[in-house]
């Protein structure tokens, strides 16, 4: 199986800003400004990979420490929290781990040199290009928005008068250049295409595999927990019990794994849902529900961007779709909802209820297989797979519950 890593990566960056509306297209044009610098300087291709991935996946960390404002403005003293934590989630990755001080210094300033180290480290020269490409875009932006009449000139100006003090010279002059050129600057006075910014990247056709995949996805349900932390390892738990009825359902080991991913992905879309709803006490009315409902749908439209897996997309968006047709958003029924879906939909039932809620604790045995029957005689849930899971009951609680032991290390 061969993934485009282009578009793993770009439906990370829409994750990331889905998260952070102000960010709209932020990721995708400063990967477009670090790319063209990083011809400009004609950089190594290796290299030039290095920072557009980078580049593309920069904020990564405001995932999980909103000071995006902060970075807008860009004002405070060197200790941009989301740099450390973006640069903490791509160790995570292997793929991306070699990258991880990239990140964490892309708000390093040059500072007449004093930027090219820290301590005994070298900065990555990377780094630079990055901080001057996301400065470009915010500065522009700006500039646009306050309806500047020659924002690309005023820019060019900002820019230049903070050579040596923000930016790195090298890195400046090869701005410099690119600022003349007309196609740059019509690039980023309008929403850029995504298959644009893929022709021209230097990952256009480089491919993963599901086992790489699958170090993305575990990287994505860390960051999806921890966005909706009361249920701090929800998106774990549902891939592994869907794992679990999948390996039960004989399925093909590829398949185990594919049911797996989709299991960790299935909450994805509530990155758009703010937090202050996600974590509302007390009653919500019509409208908070309308939108926290919304969450499988911005799922389905994130993974469906890849083409490769449009079938975990599908099952991962459908978690909460029933065999009588009460399910949404797509209400679909019967034979509509393919078995795949059902034992992430039977997962995520089960893990929400044995699993600590802010209102209530995990609930008893007895009472889950109460609430389960119910459900299949509701036809809300399958009730061969039902029958399956409470069958193996113990069995897969022992299973979570090691995963939590060897994550609590
Ligand atoms: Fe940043
Ligand atoms: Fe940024
Ligand atoms: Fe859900
Ligand atoms: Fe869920």
């Known amino acids: ?28 044009r400063t990967a477009f400004i670090a790319n063209e610098l990083a011809a400009e300087l004609k950089l190594v291709p290796k290299y030039r990979e290095d920072v ?14 909103k000071d995006y404002l902060i970075a807008i403005d860009d004002q405070e003293p ?43 480290e070298r900065i990555p020269f990377a780094s630079h290009i990055i901080y001057l490409a996301d400065r470009i875009d915010i500065q522009y932006l700006k500039l646009q928005k306050s309806g500047h009449e ?9 820019i230049k008068e903070e050579v040596e ?30 298959n644009l910014l893929r022709m021209y990247s230097p990952i256009a056709d480089k ?30 738990h549902v891939g592994i019990v869907a794992r679990f009825l999948a390996e039960k359902c004989h399925y093909s080991e590829v398949e185990c794994k594919k049911i797996e991913l989709a299991g ?33 749908y911005h799922t389905f439209e994130l993974l469906s961007s890849i083409d490769a897996i449009t079938d975990i997309a599908r099952w991962a968006a459908l978690h909460h779709e029933k065999p009588n047709g009460y399910g949404y958003p797509f209400s679909l029924a019967g034979d509509e909802i393919g078995q795949e879906c059902r034992i992430i939909s039977i997962a995520d039932v089960f893990v929400a209820l044995t699993e600590n809620r802010p209102y209530r604790t995990a609930m008893p045995a007895k009472r889950v ?10 036809n809300s849930l399958d009730s061969k797979l039902v029958n399956l899971l409470l069958e193996h009951r113990q069995e897969v609680m022992n299973i979570t519950n090691n995963m939590d032991l060897m994550h609590s290390y």
Request: aromatic share 8%; hydrophobic share 45%.
């Open 78 to 120: 060197y200790s941009h929290a989301h740099a450390t934590y973006g640069a903490a989630i791509f160790k995570m990755v292997p793929l991306l781990a070699d990258k991880a001080s990239i990140i964490l210094h892309h708000h390093r300033k040059w500072g007449y040199g004093q930027g090219e180290y820290q301590n005994d």
């Open 150 to 158: 020659s924002p690309a000139e005023r820019c060019i100006e900002l």
């Open 264 to 296: 960790y992905l299935h909450d994805i879309g509530k990155l758009a849902i703010p937090m202050s709803l996600l974590h509302k006490e007390g009653k919500l009315d019509d409208a908070d529900i309308a939108i926290l409902k919304s969450h499988s």
């Open 207 to 236: 491919t993963i595999n599901l086992d790489e995949l699958m170090d993305f996805g575990l990287l994505l349900n860390t960051i999806i927990d921890m966005h909706c932390n009361f249920t701090c390892r929800h998106s774990l």
């Open 369 to 378: 297989s109460e609430i389960l029957h119910q459900e299949a005689e509701n």
């Open 1 to 28: 199986m061969e993934i485009n890593l282009f578009q793993v990566l770009s439906t990370i960056a829409l994750a990331i800003e889905t998260s952070a509306p102000e960010l709209n297209g932020h990721h995708k």
């Open 165 to 194: 003090t923000r930016f790195h010279p090298l890195v400046l002059e090869a701005f410099l250049r690119l600022a003349n050129k007309t196609y740059f600057w019509l690039a980023l006075s309008r929403p850029l295409p995504l």
């Open 52 to 65: 557009f991935i980078s580049a593309l996946l920069h904020d990564i960390g405001g995932l999980v420490k």
